[in-house]
């Protein structure tokens, strides 16, 4: 089983300025199959990136994702207030299971 | 849009099985895309349970595989999971979501919380 660290576990950041999540696989993430969710209290996560860097549907272009084999990286250009969510990543790379990184809480300072 | 919508009980007893259903609105299960099943407890975190092609082949967890069965329901634009055996640890809120890709969920429901108590 691929196991996913995620780092930092919170992150204190001021509207405007930019962020830099990273996900680090225990093994290399066949196909860079990685995707990038974000989640905000009482709701359900919401698919910002997959394959690495693909924005999905709706997703505004400040999100973008990078990284290969086992070093991922989600980066939020410039924050808006409505950025500040807890931030999951996930790998789909070969068999079951697919698994999910415990998460980075982006907070307000 | 997409829609969906979990239902089924909120509170199940240890060692029975846990039983819900997916409505889907706005698309046809029958026509594509995968299936499946999430949950998220504080213990754990996320946790995908399993998927369900549109053809009816199914995708499991296999920690979970054992206990584990999802169904489509097409006439009805349902699909189900079913948990057997069912154990404290198996408290969490449950999403159902459309998946591009075997787990790559880009249409989720509100999630439901079960909780398993004797």
């Known amino acids: 089983e691929i196991v996913l660290t995620q780092s930092p576990g919170t992150l204190s950041l001021s509207p405007g300025e930019r962020a830099t999540l990273s996900c680090r696989a225990s093994?290399?993430?066949?196909?860079?199959?990685l995707a990038w969710y974000q989640q905000k209290p009482g709701q359900a996560p919401r698919l910002l990136i997959y394959?690495?860097?693909s924005r999905a549907t709706g997703i505004p272009d400040r999100f973008s994702g990078s990284g290969s084999a086992t070093d991922f990286t989600l980066t939020i250009s410039r924050l808006e207030p409505e950025d500040f969510a807890v931030y999951y990543c996930?790998?789909?790379?070969?068999?079951?299971?697919?698994?999910f990184g415990l998460g980075t809480k982006l907070e307000i300072k | 849009q997409v829609q969906l919508q979990e239902s089924g009980p909120g509170l199940v007893k240890l060692s029975e099985t846990l039983s819900l259903t997916c409505s889907v609105s706005?698309?046809?299960?029958?026509?594509?895309?995968?299936w499946g099943w999430i949950r998220q407890s504080p213990g754990k975190g996320l946790e995908w349970i399993g998927s369900?092609?549109?053809?009816?082949?199914?995708y499991y967890n296999p920690s979970l595989n054992s206990r584990v069965t999802i169904s489509l329901h097409t006439p009805k634009n349902q699909f189900s999971l079913q948990l057997t055996s069912v154990t404290a640890a198996d408290t969490a809120v449950y999403y159902c979501?459309?998946?591009?890709?075997?787990?790559?969920?880009?249409?989720w429901g509100q999630g439901t919380l079960v909780t398993v108590s004797s």
């Open positions: 979501a459309r998946a591009m890709v075997v787990v790559v969920f880009d249409y």
């Open positions: 706005s698309y046809s299960i029958s026509s594509g895309y995968y």
């Open positions: 369900v092609y549109h053809s009816g082949d199914t």
């Open positions: 093994q290399s993430v066949a196909g860079s199959y």
């Open positions: 394959g690495a860097s």
């Open positions: 996930q790998q789909y790379g070969s068999s079951p299971p697919y698994t």
